[in-house]
């Protein structure tokens, strides 16, 4: 059983696009997850004893497309603590 490298991709040019759909499915894949880890609001990478709430958030818009709502003039129905 030989292993790919690649010299042996250049005989099997018909592999280049899959190998190229994987790796950008890869990274998107990779890439959602640190989006997911890093910008959610839901997630927080606090220490225990420093506690800190989302007031942060209380005045962002959350949601992706809200037509006609400006989010900043809202009051926040979350409890200030």
């Known amino acids: 059983m030989q292993g790919m490298s690649l010299s042996s991709l250049k005989k099997h040019k018909a592999l280049i696009p ?9 990274a998107g894949a990779v890439f959602y997850t640190l989006r997911l880890a ?4 839901d997630v927080g990478w606090v220490n225990k004893s ?3 709430s989302n007031e ?8 992706f497309y809200s037509p006609n ?8 129905p979350a409890p200030k603590y």
């Open 56 to 63: 942060a958030y209380a005045a962002k818009q959350y949601k």
């Open 50 to 52: 420093e506690r800190l």
């Open 69 to 76: 709502i400006d989010y900043s003039k809202l009051e926040s």
């Open 18 to 26: 899959l190998y190229a759909c994987v790796g950008v499915g890869c």
């Open 38 to 41: 890093l910008r959610n609001p």
